[in-house]
């Protein structure tokens, strides 16, 4: 059962215009910089994305927004992409904000197989417009459904051939949950490991969930917003 794949432009042949993907990564940390890049070299149009949030201007999705192949974005954060709010205004982009915890929670109950579940966060905002509030112990929970894709883009530290990944400390941050909540699951890794290299109680996503892996290259660690301290 050997699940890798030459590199990542092999991993999107399967990716078609007008699926919906989720995407890893928390602003520029965790981001499958390697796979989004090949889906914009493919050129794969009218995409629906749902990721914490949608890149900068030339980092991530951005990538995708700057070449028009993104139709939609399911996100919780967009305030650091100029290049999106123009699109949106223009119309040009549909967007869906989400709580960031409804929007992990969403994912996670997709791969849980639970189609919907009540939350309070939300309630009496623009967020519950439309969607079914119900009281439980004299509180109000609004109804939101599960959220699943076509694939999911996940990045992880290490892999084996099997597809067990472990994540490394906060870039494991929506990876996990993405890895359940799709019909085919892509993931890149910085270092591809032999069998039995990864501790079994290690692993954070099991192979089980895992389509197709490769190592991924030319990793940069960018800094999203970069503040410094004014000198003395």
């Given at each position: 059962?050997?699940?890798?794949?030459?590199?990542?432009?092999?991993?999107?042949e399967?990716?078609?215009?007008?699926?919906?993907?989720?995407?890893?990564?928390f602003?520029?940390?965790?981001?499958?910089?390697?796979?989004?890049?090949?889906?914009?070299?493919?050129?794969?149009?009218?995409?629906?994305?749902?990721?914490?949030?949608?890149?900068t201007?030339d980092?991530?999705?951005?990538?995708?927004?700057?070449?028009?192949?993104?139709?939609?974005?399911?996100?919780?954060?967009?305030?650091?992409?100029?290049?999106?709010?123009?699109?949106?205004?223009?119309?040009?982009?549909?967007?869906?904000?989400?709580?960031?915890?409804?929007?992990?929670?969403?994912?996670?109950?997709?791969?849980?197989?639970?189609?919907?579940?009540?939350?309070?966060?939300?309630?009496?905002?623009?967020?519950?417009?439309?969607?079914?509030?119900?009281?439980?112990?004299?509180?109000?929970?609004?109804?939101?459904?599960?959220?699943?894709?076509?694939?999911?883009?996940?990045?992880?530290?290490?892999?084996?051939?099997?597809?067990?990944?472990?994540?490394?400390?906060?870039?494991?941050?929506?990876?996990?949950?993405?890895?359940?909540?799709?019909?085919?699951?892509?993931?890149?890794?910085?270092?591809?490991?032999?069998?039995?290299?990864?501790?079994?109680?290690?692993?954070?996503?099991?192979?089980i969930?895992?389509?197709?892996?490769?190592?991924g290259?030319?990793?940069?660690?960018?800094?999203?917003?970069?503040?410094?301290?004014?000198?003395?």
């Open positions: 059962m050997d699940k890798r794949v030459a590199n990542a432009d092999a991993a999107v399967k990716v078609f215009d007008g699926a919906t993907i989720l995407v890893g990564g602003g520029t940390c965790g981001i499958p910089e390697n796979l989004i890049a090949a889906v914009h070299r493919k050129g794969t149009k009218n995409l629906t994305c749902a990721s914490n949030n949608a890149g201007v980092t991530g999705l951005g990538l995708l927004l700057q070449s028009h192949q993104i139709r939609k974005m399911i996100a919780s954060y967009v305030g650091e992409n100029k290049l999106f709010e123009q699109q949106v205004l223009k119309g040009e982009v549909e967007v869906e904000l989400n709580p960031q915890g409804t929007l992990a929670e969403r994912m996670r109950a997709g791969g849980a197989g639970i189609p919907a579940f009540f939350t309070p966060t939300g309630v009496g905002t623009m967020i519950a417009e439309g969607k079914e509030v119900r009281e439980f112990d004299g509180r109000k929970y609004v109804l939101e459904r599960w959220l699943r894709g076509d694939f999911a883009f996940v990045k992880a530290w290490k892999g084996d051939r099997w597809g067990n990944l472990v994540y490394r400390k906060t870039a494991r941050n929506f990876n996990p949950m993405m890895a359940t909540a799709a019909d085919y699951v892509i993931a890149e890794v910085e270092e591809l490991v032999e069998l039995g290299t990864l501790a079994p109680e290690s692993v954070h996503t099991p192979g969930f895992v389509n197709a892996i490769f190592q290259v030319n990793y940069e660690k960018k800094i999203e917003k970069r503040t410094v301290r004014k000198r003395a």
